[in-house]
Structures are given as C-alpha cells and as structure tokens.
C-alpha cells in the first residue's frame, strides 16, 4: 500500500515535470486517449472481444510521418473502416524527433495509445516490461506469415514484425561512373566487390578540384570536390562491416555478450576510419549532417552507403527533379558477402482495452496491398515471401519509374534480401540504443583519426557491456 | 544616540493596496510554485529511483548519482564540456558585445541600421543558426576555403574535438545581440561630467574606458555575465542536430557535444531513464547555483554602484 502511494506520488511528479520538459523541448499537443494503467499486462484487459452486438470499439494508432504520409494513413484507415464494422482507428501523429519521448511520456502518464509504429531500438525494452502484446499467431486469418527474420523476439515470443523488409546497399550515380568508364557497382552478390577493388574504384572516382583522381601522383586530398563514397552517419549501420568481416558486435549464441572488442569487428572499424584517413576517398565519418543524399548523389559522391528507403525518400524523386541517374548494387565485401535488413515495427501494447481489435487492425495493415502507397514509392519493401519469390508480384512492385531497372533492383535488392541479409542485432538484442549511444561517442575520435579502433574500443568496452545490460 | 523611529501605521487606503498587491501576487507565487519548486523537489525525488520507461520505479537511494560518478561514460566529460563551452562562450561574448556596444556608441551614420543588424541573430531559431553555421564550416564551406586560401588546411569544425567548442563558443558570440543593446544602454547611462572631467584631466581614451566607463559598467557587465552564464550553459540545439535525435537514426556524438543539457535530455526522453536523467538535471541544478554563487560572491570585489551599495 505504502509502496504504491510512494509510486503515485511519484507519477504524479513526473508527469507534471515531463510535461514541463515537454512544453520547452517545443512537442505538439496529443490528443488525449483515456488514462490507462502504466503496469496494465495481457490480463488486465481482456474483456474487449469482437462485441456481438455489433458495438464498435474505437483504437489509436501513433505514427510518424509529414502531411502526406498521416494522408495515406487515413486513406488506408477508411478503407479499413469500409472492410468491417466494429473497429474505428484514430491517428495520433507525432513528430519523428519527438517520437521515443512522446510514447514514453505517454506511457508515464498512462494515455498508451492501442497500437504504434515503433523505432527498432525500443521495442525490446517495451517488450521486456511486459508492455507488448504477442504477435507470433496475429497473421493466422492471412494467406502468409511475414518473412521470419523480420520477427522481433523477447524471451522465446515474437512481440512485433517489422512494417517493412529495409536493407544496406550501395547506391551509386550512374553518369558519374559513366563519365570515368568504370564499371558500375556489381548488382549480382556473386560478382560483390571485395574491400581492395571496392578502394580501387573509389579512389577512381574519387576527384579533385583539378580532375585529378585519387591514384593520381598530383592528387590534391585537401580539395576534393568528388567523393568515391559516402555513408549515411547512423551508428547503428556500422555492424554490417563486422558481419561483413567475420565477426559482430554481439555473440549470436548469447545477446548479453558483447563482442565488438574481437579483431574481426575492430578491424572492420578501422577499415570504414581508413576509407578517409589513407585512401582519400571518403569524407570523415558522421560529418554529412546538413544535407541529403541525394544530395550528395547529385553532387559531390559516386557511391553513398545507406537504405533501401532512400529510394522513395530521395533517389526516386530526384530522377524527375534533378535528373538523378542512379542505380543500385550489391554492398562490398569484406570476408563474406552480407547485408542487414531492419523496418520500423508495429505493435499492440498490453494497456490497450481493445487488444484483438489492435491485433486486427495491425495485421490487416500489414498486408502489402494496405501499405501500398508506401511499397510503390519505394519507401518499404514488401515483408511477406511471396514478393521475393513470384516474379509476377516482384514486377508489380518493382517495375516502377521510382526505381533503377527492375533487373538490377532485382539482383541488388530482392534477391539480395533473401540470400544475403541477417536481421540487425535489436531484432534479438536489448539495449542497442543505450550501445550505440556509447559507440557513437567513443569512435568518434577514430573517425578523426586522433585514436585507432582498437584503442577506443578498448577503453569504452567496459562501458559497451553495462550498456548492453541496460545501464 | 539617533532618536527611534516612530511606529508606521497604516492607513485605510494603504491596508486595502496591500491587500489587492498580495491578491495580485497570488497567481506569480502559485506560477512559482507548481512551475518551479514542486517540479524540483520532484526531480530530486525521482532521482533517487530506478526508473526505466516503460516499467515501473523502485527506490535506490542514492545509486544513480553513485553510477553517475563513478561508472557512468558520459557523466564527467558532459560536465567538463558545459563548463568550457559555458566558459568561453561567456568571455569571448562579453568582450565582443563591449567592442561593438563601444563601437555603437560612437555617434557613427546609420547607427540604428548597425544595432539592428548586430541585434538580429539573437532573434534567429537557434537550429536555422546551427545549420547555417554548419554550412560555413562545413568542409567545403566559405571558413575552410578562406583557411586554404592562406595556405592552411581545411579542417572538420564542428567533428574534430580540437575545434568543436571554439567553433561553437564563436556561433554563440555571434548571437549575443542582446548583450550588445544591454550593453549600450549602459554605456549611455555612464555620466558624462566623469568622462569630461577625465578628458580635461589629461586622461587618454584607454584610460577614460578602464578608469571611469568600465568601473560604471559592472553592474551591466555582472547580470550579463550571470544571464549568459545560465543561457549557455543551458545549450542543446548543436548535440541534437548531431545526434540526429538519437534513438535509431543516432549519428556521431563526439566528446565535445556532450553537453548537460543534452545528456539529460537523451538519457530521460529518447533512452528513458528517467530516474538517472533527474539526477543530472538535479546535479546540473546544483551546478548552475555554485556559479552564480560564486559571481555573486566575487561581485562585490569589483562591482561598483555609482548611487553606493545598494545591499
């Protein structure tokens, strides 16, 4: 009793500080769902069937996205809406910059909505504290379950699929190669570049303000107006070089053993820093903070590192805007030919009064053809099999001026997905945000080279492991 | 002997005003209270919880400051930072704002025009003048090919911990418009038969600034320092920008970003922590207070009232 009031007291002061923090840190107004307990589980609510009187129930769904995408959203909710007839669904949009903060407040002051979109290193935290409903039966009423490395698991129970199959590639900008007549990045994973012909091209592609490339003799690094390559700065995508080398950052066998100190992921580290640092052909990691890639991919690089998504987000419209000529191929490789795949996941939480509702609502918007808009631009990839195994399907999504040719985006991409992609590790690693928060810092100065791998490595290890435990 | 004074009565009149002063003041106490002090007994409260979004907290006593302090990778370097960044940003401003106030002060053509331009950037969006700053740093930006120019080389401003806190000590000058009017203001209050008296005296131009426009000026001088004190230590905008919001898409987060602000705001918000998160913003709390204490407390070696004390 004691215990519990000290809590209340607690949640009542917190709330009102979060809301304060809130306030000041600039985030909209939310529509207020009814309060709900925090530490609600499974059972607390599981009076909210299909009602037989034909009620209908009415849930949230929290999302991300600018004016056009709540649009589609709600498009797809009427259409839901117009499917059957006891479920109403709600947006509640929320700000991407404010998104882990908003669903945290909200969990404080219990106003979870039913069901969210939810950035990959949360879930697992969520899931551990009971606050996600299982997800492993939800596609039971549906012809295919989701691929099944997209699953998101916590202590034996799929807890989330993720809304889309997103993978590591290697974009490039197809006249610049053109104009060096140098072969394109391969798209087939068996012709992959290794990491020498991979810094070969590079350093080809790779110009000066004088024209100069970067095997040149007269070779200018302090002016270059051309990069070889480029990387998206997220941290997170780094471990696909350890995979890539032979190792990881955490044990496969064990998710509570840190193994990024090993040589495999330590050199594959160093391998990323040199890039800049030796040969010349990269700017320094995590320095391209003020702009895009296509962007980049316009103007100052032959290759950039990054998502699937980019193709919907920015490679795709900047062919009509900008007259972008991209294509897509496979990533080098390092000891193995390998890349990661991750998507945003939906989820039902456990406080939801309407949970067969949110299971419902959420697996019927899975469906490729409910996420079209999305899959057409070229922003998610499919997540059910047979868009990887059907040439019929694949040509329906990928057959599409978005797109580079649909035979190099099938090599590169959809059969890349599907021979060569491992999940990233927060699909069965907790913690990850907390990780790669520490990595972020302690590379840092590898990047700039002021310190190697294996020194900063070394000297935050400690850290890395209290923060895979969650410290 | 002075004679004691005679017991004031209050009128009527003067009962009735202090009565409408006291309701008047009801809503800035309560404003105060639930605003300020309740939410800062309730983040020490917090603070002394284990509490992890979204599950639920369980008391720990004093265990996240002892993590802080002893096993926390961000803690030390992100109190460091702040008080460099807080440091420096507050000197070179100070001294920035004094040059132009000075300069202002001259009766120069199109002197409004210049006031509004030195003032403008105060009003700017702080994440419009981080980016736009980023781009003048920016590898291939205008800063970088004036440093080539001379024969220098270019250098990564906003990614090398070398340069990091330079780079944005000077976007926090350049900001510092308000302090240029404060300043001015004060300059036009310094007393001219002084200065004349000075000048007849023989007193050069340095002299009539250190001796008699200076000393006047301390008092301008100290709540700009306390108020830039309190706002820079307070800065956030550049970390997160770098951060990329942390969470999934988290980019590079060098040293030198870390700031106090920034740290509490990521440790609570994005990787919700809340109870950790309170004792920064708790220990930031303390910190600020120790360093306005000890400018107050140095104040009254150097800062002179022309009217006396007024304790």
């Not at chain 1, 969210?116 to 549906?142: K, S």
């Not at chain 1, 390559?229 to 064990?254: C, H, R, S, T």
């Not at chain 1, 057409?376 to 195994?389: A, K, Q, T």
């Not at chain 2, 599950?55 to 002892?66: C, I, K």
Request: glycine content about 8%.
């Amino acid at each position: 009793m004691k215990k519990n009031a000290v809590h209340g007291i607690v949640k009542t002061f917190m709330l009102l500080v979060m809301i304060l923090g809130l306030a000041a840190c600039g985030t909209a107004a939310q529509p207020e769902p009814p309060a709900q307990p925090v530490d609600a589980t499974v059972t607390q609510a599981q009076e909210q069937e299909p009602p037989a009187g034909g009620e209908r129930v009415n849930i949230t769904y929290a999302m991300w996205g600018d004016a056009s995408e709540v649009e589609q959203v709600r498009q797809v909710i009427q259409q839901f809406e117009s499917e059957q007839d006891w479920i109403s669904v709600e947006v509640i949009n929320i700000d991407r910059g404010d998104f882990e903060a908003t669903l945290n407040t909200m969990a404080i002051a219990g106003n979870l909505p039913d069901t969210a979109i939810m950035a990959e290193p949360m879930v697992l935290n969520w899931a551990e504290r009971g606050m996600l409903l299982p997800a492993g039966d939800m596609f039971a009423g549906f012809p295919e379950e989701p691929l099944e490395k997209l699953g998101f698991r916590w202590d034996g129970e799929t807890v989330g699929y993720s809304v889309a199959n997103e993978l590591l590639l290697n974009f490039f900008n197809r006249d610049m190669f053109e104009a060096a007549d140098v072969d394109v990045p391969p798209a087939n994973v068996a012709d992959a570049w290794s990491w020498d012909e991979f810094i070969d091209t590079a350093r080809t592609m790779t110009l000066d303000t004088n024209g100069n490339n970067a095997h040149s003799p007269n070779f200018d690094p302090s002016n270059i107006v051309q990069y070889g390559v480029m990387f998206d700065p997220a941290i997170w995508m780094l471990e696909v070089w350890a995979l890539a080398n032979g190792g990881g950052w955490y044990d496969p066998a064990d998710p509570f053993n840190v193994i990024i100190d090993q040589p495999a992921a330590v050199e594959s580290l160093q391998m990323i820093a040199d890039l800049h640092l030796v040969h010349n052909v990269s700017p320094q990691f995590g320095t391209n903070i003020a702009a895009t890639i296509e962007t980049y991919l316009l103007e100052n690089a032959a290759m950039y590192i990054n998502g699937q998504w980019s193709v919907g987000v920015w490679l795709g419209p900047a062919q009509f805007s900008d007259g972008l000529n991209y294509g897509v191929g496979v990533l080098p490789s390092m000891q193995r030919n390998i890349t990661m795949a991750t998507g945003g996941v939906n989820v039902a939480f456990s406080t939801s009064q309407h949970q067969e509702a949110a299971r419902e609502w959420l697996a019927w918007y899975a469906q490729v053809e409910n996420s079209w808009a999305m899959i057409e631009s070229g922003i998610w990839m499919p997540i059910f099999p047979i868009w990887y195994h059907d040439e019929a399907y694949m040509r329906r999504w990928a057959e599409n001026p978005n797109f580079p040719p649909f035979e190099e985006y099938r090599s590169a991409v959809i059969n890349y997905a599907l021979t060569n992609a491992v999940p990233t590790s927060w699909y069965w690693v907790n913690n990850t945000e907390l990780f790669n928060d520490v990595l972020s810092t302690a590379l840092a100065p590898v990047w700039s080279g002021h310190s190697t791998a294996e020194e900063a490595i070394n000297g935050a290890i400690g850290a890395l492991r209290a923060a895979n435990r969650g410290n | 002997m002075q004679p004691s004074p005679t017991k004031h009565h209050p009128g009527k009149a003067e009962k009735q005003e202090a009565r409408t002063a006291k309701l008047l003041l009801i809503p800035a106490f309560m404003g105060l209270i639930f605003l300020t002090y309740l939410p800062l007994i309730a983040v020490f409260g917090i603070s002394l919880f284990q509490w992890r979004v979204p599950g639920t907290p369980s008391f720990a006593g004093f265990d996240n400051y002892r993590f802080l302090f002893t096993e926390d990778f961000f803690f030390w370097t992100s109190i460091r930072v702040t008080l460099l960044y807080g440091f420096l940003s507050v000197a070179a401003g100070l001294v920035y704002s004094m040059i132009i106030a000075l300069l202002l002060n001259r009766p120069i053509p199109g002197r409004a025009a210049f006031r509004t331009i030195f003032y403008m950037p105060f009003i700017i969006p702080a994440v419009a003048t981080f980016l736009s700053w980023s781009l003048l740093y920016d590898g291939g930006g205008i800063i970088n090919n004036i440093v080539v120019m001379f024969g220098g080389q270019r250098t990564h401003f906003l990614s090398n911990e070398q340069t990091i806190i330079p780079a944005l000590a000077m976007v926090a000058v350049w900001t510092s418009g308000n302090l240029i009017v404060i300043k001015m203001a004060g300059l036009g209050n310094v007393p001219r038969t002084y200065l004349e008296a000075a000048e007849i005296d023989g007193a050069n131009a340095w002299q009539r600034f250190w001796k008699i426009t200076l000393p006047c000026m301390t008092p301008i001088i100290f709540y700009n320092m306390l108020m830039s004190l309190v706002t820079n230590m307070q800065i956030f905008v550049p970390s997160l920008l770098m951060a990329a919001g942390g969470g999934a898409g988290a980019g590079t987060v060098p040293e030198s970003y870390l700031f106090m602000t920034f740290t509490m705001y990521r440790t609570g918000f994005i990787n919700g922590l809340i109870g950790r998160a309170s004792a920064i913003s708790f220990i930031f709390f303390i910190l600020v207070g120790i360093f306005t204490a000890i400018l107050f407390i140095t104040s009254k070696s150097w800062l002179f009232y022309e009217g006396g004390d007024p304790k």
